[in-house]
């Protein structure tokens, strides 16, 4: 009964909708009223009863002890991941040397080129201005530590991510298994890749690329798979009518036809990738990213943003390129030549370069910014932070976020009684999606109980409740108004491009200039992160209803609100079910970073747990938040997406 | 008129089942003979292709002609076994295709029967020149080789000068000539044709039924061509399978189906054929010699009514019948009338 409601609500009247809703509630109101008193009578308390937990710390810090007492005699260190972890150290170091051979001319004018190739003149000298500028603001060697990372991490993860992509896209049993475990993959937070990583390969470069890979692989496979997938039928069944064996129909047929869909895997990977890779420097990564974290432990705006401008260019510079190269799929002419040119240049350049002596970049040509940002810093702690007539201080609305918002919810959240937690989830799980959905986002709910860190986890819950909330007011009303005014949707494109573009942990650079540290800081960041994909899955759900649907209303003398409320806006439902639940699984992204900029919680858990190498509090924590983000998810999965990603 | 070769293609009983189980449904007289909804219900089958016969001469157009959904698409698929038939023979030459392992069936799709596609299926990724090389890259032909050959292919179907282009930046029935450039440039035995110019404005698909007629008469390759109009039927057609839910209800020349309907289904379908353009004189002929010996505007009698009446009005006499100087009979203006009015005496039996 309840999948056959569930799987085609839209198809049913209204009526009969709200009635299985009621239905649906009925249900759960019924098992509620079995198990509740059962449960309130055996553990009554408020929080996690006690009894229902298990304690982990004890045996994941007996087997981080074993592991760290074995890595270097156990075979399966020696012969396996010892491997590994030097190969990924000698390839790393290997790129970083080149990189440093080719020395600043030579790797500037390699980046030009290559964007000359792919994306043109404009892009070209884009390319070479952010490169200049890495130099100038001094970062030149931290840039080149984080590409020569990202080059490995990227490298490894497009051939796994072919390699699956190939698997799934062939085979459709494999497609049938590797989905679900992508698509989770892809709404967990960065952060909780990398403490199972550390475990086994320890602090260092092997454990922040091997990260990076798990990290920035899965979109790769996915995009391969949905191009293979995807590929028009009547080409390939005029490939078999003309006799192709297997192999050719693979490389002459569905990859070419997926080239489209490739490129925009490898661009997706390499952002996911430079993101990672910043977010690693937590477990010593080096770099651009570790720049800004030893910047933002010391609350050092101004070195911060330094070395965040860099990494804002390098996404900004990766992204174009790529981007530009899957725009362009099979438009362009094979020839090599022109590549054999650039390739020339670039070595010349370089040659030059060496030749000249100029190989690192020269310390007289870098200009400080951190003195000056952090005098505006001082200057804004002193002039904005509070007192300001009227509107008040940024530290002043960062409190009363806190007192008035934050602090609420949490304690709201705290007080609960447990099991109520639980039915919440429950029925709202259940009303969006499945009851598939509902199970499992309980379960999930439930294994943070169980994990111990009922507490921590409501308080991590309460930041994402509070950001979800401003985003989506913030992204809906923003959404609303680029769907209507043509103006106000081009100014804003190049806007949410930027934003879109740049890794997670850039955001709390300026939020810490703002606001200081805190939680209210860490909400800020995630909204800010969050906002563009709200706004712009709202604008295209809002512009992409049918046209026909609306011309009626208007004919029949609807005025602009009325469109919008009885037409635009139910029309467009599943796009804003989407919007949340994109909204909901980025804001959880920077709120569990927040930890690092005073945000608590689990965040600062798992953080915690990396510093003092006390595995066993980060591995739970981190835990916890894979199941916080699974719940999340879960809650807010309408029915079509599932559908559409089966069909 | 090539009856004394031995068929192309052969097809014996041919079924194609979608559903499961569908191997049982040909076995089981209590399910053949169920209407196809009533087959649905019964087993959740479908029946594409029902107990199909016809054979296919050597360089004739054999059209097989149906609405959507009546098996016609299926059934070409099953001859090269791009679609598994469920059951039946299929022998092309004498030689049983169902039989065929994977490399035979292989060198059956590369050298012995291609294909033109609806939506013509081309690699956009290509050029018009590597698109029309494609099937003979595939059988290993050497790139200069393969390229001077799809050179000539590409001449042939009217494409030059536009070599270098991709399937982009051509029109519709560009398109289909790449597709049909395409399908020639490996020789095959068999064209088989899938419907290639329903995707096509009327102006152009008369075009390209032209193109097609011209191929065959300079080539007299044989064709398999389907369709679901009526006209292209009967304008490239020497032979045409009419299918209704997977069934032929009638075979025969253009003429036969027009001129004699095999049942109600038929006759509604060509009731608003202009008959005068289909019929000939050797139909529409009151039979019996002249007596006379000089033939005044004599006739051919493959020759159409349409232009019968255009030599019988102009005349105000009616016209012999003459076939290698011997005198088959007379048409005159009512037996004219009656061949456009469909009410002439049902032909007998040939």
Same mark, same amino acid.
Request: with cysteine; glycine share 10%.
């Given at each position: 009964?309840?999948?056959?409601?569930?799987?085609?609500?839209?198809?049913?009247?209204?009526?009969?909708?709200?009635?299985?809703?009621?239905?649906?509630?009925?249900?759960?109101?019924?098992?509620?009223?079995?198990?509740?008193?059962?449960?309130?009578?055996?553990?009554?308390?408020?929080?996690?009863?006690?009894?229902?937990?298990?304690?982990?710390?004890?045996?994941?810090?007996?087997?981080?002890?074993?592991?760290?007492?074995?890595?270097?005699?156990?075979?399966?260190?020696?012969?396996?991941?010892?491997?590994?972890?030097?190969?990924?150290?000698?390839?790393?170091? +290997?790129?970083?040397? !080149? *990189?440093? /051979?080719?020395?600043?001319? $030579?790797? #500037? =004018?390699?980046?030009? &080129?290559?964007?000359? %190739?792919?994306?043109?003149?404009?892009?070209?000298?884009?390319?070479?201005?952010?490169?200049?500028?890495?130099?100038?603001?001094?970062?030149?060697?931290?840039?080149?530590?984080?590409?020569?990372?990202?080059?490995?991490?990227?490298?490894?993860?497009?051939?796994?991510?072919?390699?699956?992509?190939?698997?799934?896209?062939?085979?459709?049993?494999?497609?049938?298994?590797?989905?679900?475990?992508?698509?989770?993959?892809?709404?967990?937070?960065?952060?909780?890749?990398?403490?199972?990583?550390?475990?086994?390969?320890?602090?260092?470069?092997?454990?922040?690329?091997?990260?990076?890979?798990?990290?920035?692989?899965?979109?790769?496979?996915?995009?391969?798979?949905?191009?293979?997938?995807? +590929?028009?039928?009547? !080409? *390939?069944? /005029?490939?078999?009518?003309? $006799?192709? #064996? =297997?192999?050719?129909? &693979?490389?002459?047929? %569905?990859?070419?036809?997926?080239?489209?869909?490739?490129?925009?895997?490898?661009?997706?990977?390499?952002?996911?990738?430079?993101?990672?890779?910043?977010?690693?420097?937590?477990?010593?990564?080096?770099?651009?990213?570790?720049?800004?974290?030893?910047?933002?432990?010391?609350?050092?705006?101004?070195?911060?943003?330094?070395?965040?401008?860099?990494?804002?260019?390098?996404?900004?510079?990766?992204?174009?390129?790529?981007?530009?190269?899957?725009?362009?799929?099979?438009?362009?002419?094979?020839?090599?030549?022109?590549?054999?040119?650039?390739?020339?240049?670039?070595?010349?350049?370089?040659?030059?370069?060496?030749?000249?002596?100029?190989?690192?970049?020269?310390?007289?040509?870098?200009?400080?910014?951190?003195?000056?940002?952090?005098?505006?810093?001082?200057?804004?702690?002193?002039?904005?932070?509070?007192?300001?007539?009227?509107?008040?201080?940024?530290?002043?609305?960062?409190?009363?976020?806190?007192?008035?918002?934050?602090?609420?919810?949490?304690?709201?959240?705290?007080?609960?009684?447990?099991?109520?937690?639980?039915?919440?989830?429950?029925?709202?799980?259940?009303?969006?999606?499945?009851?598939?959905?509902?199970?499992?986002?309980?379960?999930?709910?439930?294994?943070?109980?169980?994990?111990?860190?009922?507490?921590?986890?409501?308080?991590?819950?309460?930041?994402?409740?509070?950001?979800?909330?401003?985003?989506?007011?913030?992204?809906?009303?923003?959404?609303?108004?680029?769907?209507?005014?043509?103006?106000?949707?081009?100014?804003?494109?190049?806007?949410?491009?930027?934003?879109?573009?740049?890794?997670?942990?850039?955001?709390?650079?300026?939020?810490?200039?703002?606001?200081?540290?805190?939680?209210?800081?860490?909400?800020?960041?995630?909204?800010?992160?969050?906002?563009?994909?709200?706004?712009?899955?709202?604008?295209?759900?809002?512009?992409?209803?049918?046209?026909?649907?609306?011309?009626?209303?208007?004919?029949?003398?609807?005025?602009?609100?009325?469109?919008?409320?009885?037409?635009?806006?139910?029309?467009?439902?599943?796009?804003?079910?989407?919007?949340?639940?994109?909204?909901?699984?980025?804001?959880?992204?920077?709120?569990?970073?927040?930890?690092?900029?005073?945000?608590?919680?689990?965040?600062?858990?798992?953080?915690?747990?990396?510093?003092?190498?006390?595995?066993?509090?980060?591995?739970?924590?981190?835990?916890?938040?894979?199941?916080?983000?699974?719940?999340?998810?879960?809650?807010?999965?309408?029915?079509?997406?599932?559908?559409?990603?089966?069909? | 008129?090539?009856?004394?070769?031995?068929?192309?293609?052969?097809?014996?009983?041919?079924?194609?089942?979608?559903?499961?189980?569908?191997?049982?449904?040909?076995?089981?007289?209590?399910?053949?003979?169920?209407?196809?909804?009533?087959?649905?219900?019964?087993?959740?089958?479908?029946?594409?292709?029902?107990?199909?016969?016809?054979?296919?001469?050597?360089?004739?157009?054999?059209?097989?002609?149906?609405?959507?959904?009546?098996?016609?698409?299926?059934?070409?698929?099953?001859?090269?076994?791009?679609?598994?038939?469920?059951?039946?023979?299929?022998?092309?030459?004498?030689?049983?295709?169902?039989?065929?392992?994977?490399?035979?069936?292989?060198?059956?799709?590369?050298?012995?029967?291609?294909?033109?596609?609806?939506?013509?299926?081309?690699?956009?990724?290509?050029?018009?020149?590597?698109?029309?090389?494609?099937?003979?890259?595939?059988?290993?032909?050497?790139?200069?080789?393969?390229?001077?050959?799809?050179?000539?292919?590409?001449?042939?179907?009217?494409?030059?000068?536009?070599?270098?282009?991709?399937?982009?930046?051509?029109?519709?029935?560009?398109?289909?000539?790449?597709?049909?450039?395409?399908?020639?440039?490996?020789?095959?035995?068999?064209?088989?044709?899938?419907?290639?110019?329903?995707?096509?404005?009327?102006?152009?698909?008369?075009?390209?039924?032209?193109?097609?007629?011209?191929?065959?008469?300079?080539?007299?390759?044989?064709?398999?061509?389907?369709?679901?109009?009526?006209?292209?039927?009967?304008?490239?057609?020497?032979?045409?399978?009419?299918?209704?839910?997977?069934?032929?209800?009638?075979?025969?020349?253009?003429?036969?189906?027009?001129?004699?309907?095999?049942?109600?289904?038929?006759?509604?379908?060509?009731?608003?054929?202009?008959?005068?353009?289909?019929?000939?004189?050797?139909?529409?002929?009151?039979?019996?010699?002249?007596?006379?010996?000089?033939?005044?505007?004599?006739?051919?009698?493959?020759?159409?009514?349409?232009?019968?009446?255009?030599?019988?009005?102009?005349?105000?006499?009616?016209?012999?019948?003459?076939?290698?100087?011997?005198?088959?009979?007379?048409?005159?203006?009512?037996?004219?009338?009656?061949?456009?009015?469909?009410?002439?005496?049902?032909?007998?039996?040939?």
């Amino acid at each position: 009964m309840a999948t056959v409601t569930a799987s085609a609500p839209r198809a049913l009247p209204g009526g009969l909708l709200k009635h299985r809703a009621a239905q649906k509630l009925l249900l759960l109101a019924l098992v509620a009223a079995i198990l509740v008193p059962l449960a309130n009578a055996r553990w009554a308390s408020g929080s996690w009863p006690a009894a229902l937990t298990v304690d982990l710390t004890k045996p994941l810090t007996s087997a981080s002890n074993w592991i760290i007492d074995n890595r270097d005699s156990n075979p399966l260190f020696l012969y396996f991941f010892g491997y590994i972890s030097n190969a990924v150290v000698i390839s790393v170091h +290997a790129v970083y040397l !080149v *990189l440093l /051979a080719a020395g600043w001319a $030579g790797v #500037t =004018a390699l980046g030009a &080129l290559v964007a000359w %190739r792919v994306a043109g003149v404009r892009l070209a000298l884009g390319t070479a201005a952010a490169f200049l500028a890495c130099g100038l603001l001094g970062m030149w060697v931290a840039t080149m530590q984080t590409l020569a990372l990202m080059v490995v991490a990227v490298l490894v993860s497009v051939v796994v991510g072919v390699v699956l992509g190939l698997a799934a896209g062939l085979s459709d049993r494999l497609d049938r298994g590797l989905r679900p475990v992508l698509d989770t993959m892809q709404v967990l937070p960065a952060y909780a890749y990398l403490l199972p990583v550390v475990l086994v390969f320890g602090m260092g470069v092997p454990a922040a690329v091997l990260a990076t890979v798990v990290y920035a692989a899965p979109p790769m496979a996915r995009l391969t798979a949905l191009g293979l997938r995807g +590929a028009d039928k009547e !080409v *390939l069944e /005029a490939v078999d009518s003309l $006799g192709a #064996t =297997a192999p050719q129909r &693979l490389l002459t047929a %569905r990859i070419p036809l997926a080239r489209k869909e490739l490129l925009l895997g490898l661009n997706q990977t390499i952002m996911m990738a430079l993101s990672m890779a910043v977010i690693a420097s937590v477990i010593g990564a080096g770099g651009l990213g570790d720049r800004v974290y030893q910047a933002l432990a010391s609350v050092d705006v101004g070195a911060a943003l330094a070395a965040g401008i860099p990494i804002v260019l390098l996404a900004v510079v990766l992204d174009r390129v790529t981007g530009a190269a899957g725009e362009q799929a099979g438009e362009e002419s094979r020839s090599l030549r022109p590549w054999l040119y650039a390739a020339a240049a670039a070595v010349a350049v370089a040659l030059a370069g060496r030749l000249a002596g100029r190989l690192d970049w020269p310390d007289s040509w870098t200009f400080d910014i951190a003195e000056p940002v952090n005098r505006a810093v001082d200057w804004m702690t002193a002039h904005l932070y509070s007192g300001v007539p009227v509107v008040g201080g940024t530290a002043d609305w960062a409190g009363h976020f806190t007192t008035w918002v934050l602090n609420p919810v949490r304690s709201g959240l705290q007080g609960l009684p447990w099991w109520s937690v639980l039915l919440v989830v429950a029925a709202l799980a259940w009303l969006i999606g499945t009851w598939r959905t509902a199970l499992t986002a309980v379960l999930a709910m439930a294994a943070i109980g169980v994990l111990g860190v009922w507490q921590p986890s409501l308080d991590t819950l309460s930041q994402v409740l509070a950001a979800v909330a401003v985003t989506l007011v913030l992204g809906f009303a923003t959404g609303i108004a680029a769907a209507r005014s043509d103006r106000f949707e081009r100014l804003l494109r190049p806007v949410l491009d930027v934003f879109q573009t740049m890794p997670q942990f850039v955001y709390l650079i300026p939020v810490v200039a703002l606001f200081g540290v805190g939680r209210a800081p860490a909400a800020a960041a995630a909204v800010v992160y969050a906002l563009p994909a709200v706004v712009r899955i709202t604008a295209q759900g809002l512009r992409q209803v049918d046209p026909a649907a609306l011309e009626s209303a208007r004919s029949l003398g609807a005025t602009p609100a009325q469109q919008l409320r009885q037409v635009q806006l139910p029309l467009a439902r599943p796009a804003l079910l989407l919007a949340v639940n994109q909204g909901v699984v980025l804001v959880l992204a920077v709120v569990v970073i927040g930890g690092l900029v005073g945000g608590g919680a689990l965040g600062y858990d798992s953080v915690f747990g990396l510093a003092q190498g006390d595995l066993a509090t980060g591995l739970v924590a981190g835990a916890a938040i894979v199941c916080l983000g699974l719940m999340l998810d879960r809650v807010t999965q309408p029915t079509e997406r599932r559908a559409k990603k089966g069909a | 008129m090539n009856v004394m070769d031995k068929p192309v293609f052969s097809v014996e009983g041919l079924w194609k089942v979608f559903g499961p189980k569908a191997d049982s449904v040909p076995a089981d007289p209590g399910l053949t003979s169920l209407e196809p909804a009533e087959l649905r219900a019964r087993t959740g089958c479908t029946a594409a292709v029902r107990d199909v016969s016809f054979d296919v001469r050597k360089g004739e157009v054999f059209v097989v002609m149906g609405l959507s959904g009546s098996g016609k698409s299926t059934l070409v698929r099953c001859l090269t076994r791009l679609i598994e038939p469920t059951a039946g023979t299929i022998a092309i030459d004498g030689e049983d295709v169902r039989a065929m392992d994977k490399s035979r069936l292989r060198e059956l799709r590369r050298h012995r029967a291609a294909m033109v596609f609806q939506h013509f299926g081309l690699l956009p990724h290509r050029t018009v020149l590597d698109n029309v090389a494609y099937g003979l890259e595939i059988q290993g032909v050497g790139r200069s080789e393969r390229r001077a050959r799809a050179q000539d292919v590409v001449a042939k179907v009217g494409l030059e000068g536009m070599e270098q282009r991709r399937p982009s930046q051509l029109s519709g029935g560009q398109r289909q000539r790449v597709g049909l450039a395409r399908a020639l440039a490996v020789d095959p035995q068999v064209l088989l044709f899938d419907e290639p110019f329903s995707a096509l404005d009327p102006l152009i698909r008369r075009d390209m039924q032209e193109e097609v007629v011209r191929l065959h008469r300079e080539e007299g390759r044989t064709m398999v061509f389907i369709t679901h109009d009526l006209s292209e039927a009967l304008k490239l057609g020497d032979r045409i399978a009419l299918m209704r839910d997977g069934k032929v209800v009638q075979l025969g020349t253009p003429e036969e189906i027009v001129g004699s309907p095999a049942d109600d289904y038929v006759r509604e379908f060509v009731r608003d054929v202009s008959r005068e353009q289909v019929m000939t004189v050797g139909t529409a002929m009151r039979p019996g010699d002249c007596g006379g010996t000089e033939h005044p505007g004599a006739l051919a009698p493959d020759e159409l009514v349409a232009d019968a009446i255009k030599v019988v009005a102009r005349s105000g006499k009616p016209a012999c019948v003459v076939d290698n100087g011997r005198c088959l009979g007379v048409v005159d203006h009512e037996r004219l009338l009656g061949v456009v009015a469909g009410t002439e005496p049902r032909k007998e039996a040939a």
